[in-house]
């Protein structure tokens, strides 16, 4: 079965260094998504992504973020200078599109867990 | 706003016991409702939805059903196994596509 995959699958990082997070969404999917979950928190949206460009975005999702779809199957969240904050499970998330719209079910890959030092 | 709110964890039940997690939500309109599960060590897999009201979504013999009249959309199952032991998430999917979170709830199945 087609599954969202996403490396590493744990980041350690000092405070102000930028990081990548990566992701490989299921093929035939086209619209993106990043979530985050700050440990005993709520998942919350970070980011949607469509056709080479953001569709939304949340407030958390300021300037220091930015996603990219650098190649046919990658889908990146760069954190450009991370903060302490920062710290979290990053999930990234695909769906189908169809009849002018993303699909309802959203698959989640198995997050990235960074850690801000 | 769109929220959701789910009982809080831990649920501690005992193995072929009846189970429920209890999910309400607020929304402008009738979204589609989402519960997802997460094994330990491992990411977010839907379990089962219902897109309108009245829906009964199931899987795994899990069941949920949209309730319009009390914005409920509860999770139950009849004789749990201690391979469900998870953290349960009810979600929404708010109008521009992305997922309304509640806080998740821990299951804890005892042989």
């Known amino acids: 079965e087609p599954e969202v995959t996403q490396t590493p699958s744990h980041q350690v990082t000092q405070m102000g260094q930028e990081v990548i997070l990566r992701c490989v969404p299921i093929s035939n999917h086209l619209y993106f998504y990043w979530y985050r979950q700050i440990l005993g928190q709520k998942v919350e949206f970070l980011v949607s992504?469509?056709?080479?460009?953001?569709s939304e975005k949340s407030e958390i999702f300021d300037d220091q973020f930015s996603v990219e779809r650098p190649d046919g199957s990658n889908f990146t969240l760069k954190i450009r200078s991370t903060k302490l904050e920062d710290s979290a499970m990053y999930f990234c998330?695909?769906?189908?599109w169809g009849a002018g719209a993303p699909a309802d079910t959203q698959y989640f890959g198995p997050g990235t867990r960074l850690t801000v030092l | 706003g769109n929220s959701v709110t789910q009982m809080e964890g831990p649920v501690t039940l005992s193995e072929e016991a009846f189970l429920t997690i209890n999910c309400t939500y607020t929304a402008t309109g009738y979204p589609s409702l989402f519960w997802y599960v997460q094994y330990p060590g491992e990411g977010l897999q839907l379990l089962l939805k219902a897109t309108k009201a009245d829906d009964k979504g199931s899987n795994k013999g899990f069941e949920a059903t949209y309730r319009k009249e009390t914005t409920s959309f509860h999770l139950e199952k009849g004789s749990v196994q201690v391979s469900d032991s998870a953290v349960y998430f009810c979600a929404l999917r708010a109008s521009n596509y992305q997922l309304i979170w509640g806080a998740g709830t821990k299951l804890i199945i005892k042989p």
């Open positions: 992504f469509y056709n080479n460009e953001i």
């Open positions: 998330a695909s769906s189908e």
